[in-house]
């Protein structure tokens, strides 16, 4: 498995004493684009947050590997250094800091001194913004605040396009948002998608998992992965929901 961007091998995560990941593997390669749907309450932000480092969730057992090195108990930082990118389900507003410069110290974070300098950077900023069709004085407004629910979820895309991560992680990126912007941001994350990189997403909308083109998708049950298949199990859950495909753990 030369080219393993993600493996997560048998991990076992809590919160207290509860078990909310058990035994769980999934191995994404680059190149690859994965579907996680479940019903609410499944795990599927909890293996998100995992995958992210998010130190409210205690790993247990098991480790996660990323471009084959152990980063199990590395730090958020860390990982989001090393390409692995996070759109959580519901974005946080961060007041005093301007969108721009939160993107911008982002990535000087993770490109260093190859990070481009401040025209440019605004000119790309700029270009992202517009196919986006976010207005581009968003720039200068207070990261989130009294943004709608479908602007955070697109500020959180403008985020990914300029971070350029290896791995993106998009939790119900989806929700809230109306047709056309559902159609604007998988096109823009069909765009980012390249051989390079990889998408875990979390969804339960068949669209975009169809406007995104889909390789393989999983049904989390009970804090493992129930059910794996390719792009015909979306449909099969939207038509016939996910009691007839999942089992009860042993
Ligand atoms: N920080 C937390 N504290 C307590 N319980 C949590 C926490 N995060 C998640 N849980 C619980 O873990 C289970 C899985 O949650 P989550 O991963 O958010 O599910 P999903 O994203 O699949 O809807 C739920 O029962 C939820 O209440
Ligand atoms: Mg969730």
Redesign the pocket.
């Known amino acids: 498995m030369s080219n393993a961007l993600l493996e997560i091998r048998k991990l076992r995560v809590n919160?207290g004493e509860?078990a909310?990941l058990r035994d769980l593997n999934l191995t994404i390669r680059a190149g690859e684009t994965h579907v996680l749907m479940?019903?609410?309450?499944?795990?599927?932000?909890?293996?998100a947050a995992a995958i992210m480092g998010n130190p409210?969730y205690t790993v247990v057992s098991g480790e996660i590997l990323f471009e084959g090195e152990d980063i199990t108990g590395e730090s958020t930082d860390k990982r989001a250094r090393r390409g692995i990118f996070l759109s959580f389900?519901n974005p946080g507003e961060v007041p005093g800091v301007t969108l721009e410069s939160f993107i911008r110290a982002a990535k000087g974070a993770r490109e260093g001194a190859s990070a481009p300098r401040m025209l440019a950077f605004r000119r790309e900023l700029n270009g992202a913004m517009d196919g986006l069709g976010i207005p581009r004085e968003y720039a200068d407004r207070d990261l989130n605040v009294g943004f709608s629910g479908g602007e955070k979820k697109k500020s959180e895309i403008l985020q990914l396009l300029a971070l350029r991560p290896r791995l993106a992680v998009l939790d119900e990126t989806d929700s809230g948002l109306d047709i056309d912007a559902l159609r604007t941001v998988s096109d823009n994350i069909r765009a980012f998608k390249t051989s390079d990189n990889a998408l875990l997403i979390?969804t339960h909308n068949a669209r975009l998992a169809e406007g995104i083109g889909v390789d393989f998708v999983h049904v989390?049950e009970n804090g493992r992965i129930a059910v794996s298949g390719g792009p015909e199990l979306v449909s099969r859950i939207t038509e016939r929901g996910f009691g007839k495909l999942t089992f009860d753990a042993p």
Do not use: E, V
Not at 38 to 47: D, R, V
């Open positions: 919160i509860r909310l479940g019903q609410n309450g499944a795990g599927k932000s909890t293996l409210a389900q979390i989390l």
